[in-house]
């Protein structure tokens, strides 16, 4: 089932401000691809410079997971833990992580709770408080349909949501719950605020996504104009990983391309008959290529960053691709 696009374009849902639309836009920058805003900061439509047939639309990351889950947009930058927490998994498809906006959804405690460290604690904590109270142990957070499904994985039953509205790590000094579960970047908030993260309480660690809606109008423009898209995006991520390495060698052995794979996974891509040797290898491994090649009787051997690595094969387009002609 897709819905209609009155637009005629490829809808690009980022976010509208901070820090995740400043990364946003640095990340389709690096595959030659400019975010551009309409007259200004309070225009919510713009373009994508370098990709035609492309809107883009400027919004909060919820916004963005509702518009990839109804269709109102093709693809669109926000975090996993807004899909989970969504419950979007069946309408979109994470194509993949982006490498900015990271942070853990984590359930935390008191620190005046001392005997209490994990999951499993928590269920006693419940039992002692209805016992005394007569009341449900309260659990304060954002992240209602999250926090349930783990609550229920761990065994733990005997709660009550108390759903956040503002700074939810403040709910327990408020009085208003006696633990939350939050999102996190470094912990500090939550150590500020006399709470500690449980050993077994990260539910989910997230990270901004790019995504793709299963139920846009996939019109053959639309997947023409996705496919430019994400072959600029794999070019970009394959050059980020990818290092070239050159030497020249006058006395390589035979089987030099078998072990430079086996031993580095590295690929050669040119052997010329005055001994010049060219490699793509992984970034991490480019260093150690390096020593082997000098070992070999090489005297000097460059490593040369890339800035695209086009390739024949596009896994995100193809993934994109099985999962709508799989939807």
């Known amino acids: 089932m897709t819905q209609e696009n009155s637009s005629e374009k490829l809808v690009l849902a980022v976010p509208s401000k901070g820090r995740l639309q400043e990364n946003a836009n640095a990340f389709f920058a690096r595959a030659g691809l400019t975010?551009?805003?309409?007259?200004?900061?309070?225009?919510?439509?713009?373009?994508?410079?370098?990709?035609?047939?492309?809107?883009?639309?400027f919004l909060s990351a919820s916004e963005i997971v509702k518009n990839l889950a109804s269709g109102a947009a093709h693809l669109g930058v926000t975090g996993e833990d807004l899909v989970r927490e969504a419950q979007a998994e069946s309408k979109v498809e994470l194509l993949t992580p982006l490498?900015?906006?990271?942070?853990?959804v984590v359930v935390a405690?008191?620190?005046?709770?001392?005997?209490?460290r994990?999951?499993?604690?928590?269920?006693d904590v419940a039992l002692a408080f209805r016992a005394r109270?007569?009341?449900r142990m309260r659990?304060?957070?954002?992240?209602?349909?999250t926090t349930r499904a783990f609550f229920r994985e761990m065994g733990v039953s005997d709660y009550h949501i108390v759903e956040s509205l503002g700074a939810t790590e403040g709910a327990p000094a408020a009085g208003q719950a006696e633990l939350i579960v939050d999102i996190t970047s470094t912990g500090a908030t939550l150590a500020a605020n006399?709470?500690?993260?449980?050993?077994?309480?990260?539910i989910l660690r997230s990270e901004a996504n790019l995504v793709a809606s299963l139920h846009a109008s996939w019109t053959p423009a639309m997947r023409e104009s996705a496919r430019l898209i994400l072959s600029r995006i794999n070019?970009?991520?394959?050059?980020?990983?990818?290092r070239e390495v050159a030497t020249f060698l006058s006395k390589a052995p035979a089987d030099l391309a078998e072990q430079a794979q086996t031993k580095f996974k590295a690929r050669l891509r040119r052997r010329a008959a005055d001994g010049l040797l060219v490699f793509s290898a992984p970034k991490g491994q480019a260093p150690a290529l390096a020593d082997w090649l000098i070992g070999l009787g090489a005297d000097e051997v460059s490593v040369r960053q890339l800035d695209y690595v086009f390739t024949a094969v596009n896994p995100l387009y193809e993934r994109l691709i099985a999962r709508l002609d799989a939807a």
Request: proline content about 3%; charged content about 25%.
């Open 99 to 104: 490498g900015f906006g990271h942070a853990n």
């Open 109 to 116: 405690a008191p620190q005046a709770w001392i005997d209490v």
């Open 235 to 242: 070019a970009e991520e394959g050059a980020r990983i990818t």
């Open 139 to 145: 659990v304060a957070t954002k992240y209602v349909n």
């Open 133 to 135: 109270r007569g009341e």
């Open 194 to 202: 006399g709470l500690k993260i449980l050993d077994d309480g990260v």
């Open 118 to 123: 994990s999951m499993a604690d928590l269920e």
């Open 35 to 57: 975010v551009v805003q309409g007259r200004g900061a309070r225009d919510y439509r713009g373009v994508l410079s370098g990709a035609p047939n492309v809107e883009i639309a």
